[in-house]
Nanobody, 122 residues
């Protein structure tokens, strides 16, 4: 059974940086696409970035966030720079069997982490 564990959330001031990590276990890491989503109480779960075959970003984070993966450590990172208060959310990593495309709908991901809170203060 594939499991995902996120880490790296916390409190940061606007304009600051933070890096999230997501470790995948229970499967062959390179068989999976991994994505980051985020959610607030006011909004539905929102796609942020994905990697595996192709890499893609939502318009709201393009140029500020970078997704990367370390296959040796079965880990995907989300480097977040120039953070804004609107980036405040619970961030989730998600995985699905690899495809050559960036998959955006959250319903197409089979495995989810428990989430990590990111709070950006003004």
């Amino acid at each position: 059974q594939v499991q995902l564990v996120e880490s790296g959330g916390g409190l940061v001031q606007a304009g600051g940086s933070m890096r999230l990590s997501c470790v995948l276990s229970g499967g062959t890491f390179t068989d999976y696409n991994v994505a980051w989503f985020r959610q607030t109480p006011e909004k539905e779960r929102e796609f942020v970035a994905a990697t595996g075959g192709s890499t893609g970003y939502s318009d709201s984070v393009k140029g500020r966030f970078t997704i990367s993966r370390d296959n040796a450590k079965s880990t995907v990172f989300l480097q977040m720079n120039n953070l804004e208060t609107d980036d405040t959310a619970v961030y989730y990593c998600a995985a699905r069997l690899a495809s050559g495309m960036v998959i955006i709908p959250s319903s197409l991901y089979n495995y989810w982490g428990q989430g990590t809170q990111v709070t950006v203060s003004s």
